[in-house]
């Protein structure tokens, strides 16, 4: 029996175990990751590219000016005043031409409205700056809401920016 064992020793010492199972695994990691970089095409990603929102158009002024004498609202005595004014506008570039067509068609209401909301107002409110411009404030929201109500439902499409003030009288 010791013979046996010797032989089987002595035989192993003249053979070379070869790479060890590490290196095997390693060099097997390297060439299966490169056929897996060959083999396979590239991933593509598609972007979705969202077409821009049209964007505003520059501030335009409306030619129209509205005229209003009026008698502003008192408790004592009467008073007038007379009050010019045209108004800023913008609108979303893609919807000019319903945007004129609407104008175009509520402007008389939108000028009767004016007046109504200016009659309301007293000499003392018009005089004074805070007044004149609370009054402002509520000139365009009137105008907003008289000439672009259609297009404040589906978002704010088109608005009237600023007033623009050609004369004013008070007596």
């Not at 790479?19 to 970089?37: E, K, W």
């Amino acid at each position: 029996m010791a013979e046996d064992t010797k032989k089987e020793d002595g035989g192993n010492e003249g053979k070379k175990k070869g790479m060890s199972p590490l290196v095997l695994i390693a060099i097997g990691a390297l060439v299966g990751g490169a056929g897996v970089v060959f083999a396979v095409p590239a991933k593509t990603v598609e972007v979705h590219v969202e077409q821009p929102a049209p964007g505003w158009s520059s501030p335009q002024v409306h030619p129209d000016v509205f005229e209003h004498t009026f008698n502003p609202a008192q408790k004592v005595g009467r008073a007038t005043a007379m009050l010019w004014f045209s108004f800023m506008y913008r609108f979303r570039e893609d919807l000019e031409d319903e945007v004129m067509e609407t104008m175009e068609a509520y402007m008389p209401l939108a000028e009767s409205n004016t007046l109504q909301l200016l009659s309301t107002r007293t000499l003392k409110e018009l005089e004074s700056v805070s007044g004149f411009a609370a009054v402002e404030a509520d000139l365009i929201a009137e105008l907003n809401q008289t000439l672009f109500a259609d297009f404040q439902q589906d978002g704010n499409l088109a608005e009237v920016t600023k007033i623009l003030w050609r004369k004013k009288l008070f007596q």
